[in-house]
């Protein structure tokens, strides 16, 4: 299938979103650690628009973009589906996740003492618990889908923390069940040392964004 390779950064969501995309599949990748501090020429010539990880190499054509690149994974490399075969189990697949994708930069404000980023947030989570998760271990079931994998963004929002277990239990035990499948769990970042990082690099550079 040609060369594969990943610029990512260790502190990102969105690139362990293509980490784990390409592991569940076994697909062999070379990884690129990116300095957001101090950008590479091969970040900013490949992704000139947004000058963001992650990006996606194969085949020595670069793709920018999370779901944009899971997208193309699961139509090269279709083994092991992270997108259900059924057209409307698919299509409803794909609304959950525009839906946690609009409304999740809310949750990055948890904690921040905005009061209507909780509320907003909380709101979200339910009805994600409610009407996509419902009773199953995974939102794919059994299996890890494409939907488990963007929403595994909760490890960098607190985990469990913010998935309390009184108000969203069943959320809360799938975070727990996500991080123990091999692939996650041996591929997540250390939650105080991330957050240690993020806290210095936010007093070392106040005014970016």
């Known amino acids: 299938m040609g060369d594969v390779k990943l610029v990512g950064t260790w502190v990102s ?7 784990w995309a390409l592991k569940l599949k076994g697909i062999a990748f070379d990884y690129i650690e990116e300095d957001l501090c101090n950008k590479s020429a091969l970040l900013l010539q490949y992704n000139p628009i947004h000058k963001k990880v992650p990006v996606f190499f194969h085949g020595g054509k670069p793709i920018c973009e999370s ?6 994974i699961e139509e090269i490399w279709p ?3 992270l997108l259900p075969t059924d057209p409307y189990e698919r299509a409803m697949l794909r609304f959950w996740i525009k839906y946690a994708e609009d409304k999740g930069p809310s949750m990055w404000m948890v904690g921040e003492g905005q009061h209507k980023a ?7 989570l339910k009805l994600i618990e409610e009407k996509a998760l419902g009773d199953k271990k995974f939102f794919g079931g059994d299996n890890i889908n494409m939907l488990d994998i963007v929403l595994g963004l909760g490890h960098w929002l607190g985990g469990e923390k913010l998935l309390e277990a009184h ?15 091999p692939v996650i769990k041996e591929d997540l970042p250390d939650l105080d040392a991330m957050l240690a990082y993020l806290r210095r690099q936010r007093e070392m550079s106040p005014a970016t964004h």
């Open 67 to 72: 779901i944009v690149i899971i997208e193309y």
């Open 79 to 81: 083994h092991n589906p």
């Open 167 to 181: 108000t969203l239990h069943r959320l809360h035990v799938w975070l727990k069940n996500f991080k123990q499948v």
């Open 13 to 19: 969501p969105y690139t362990y979103r293509i980490k």
């Open 118 to 124: 909780e509320q907003d947030s909380l709101e979200m």
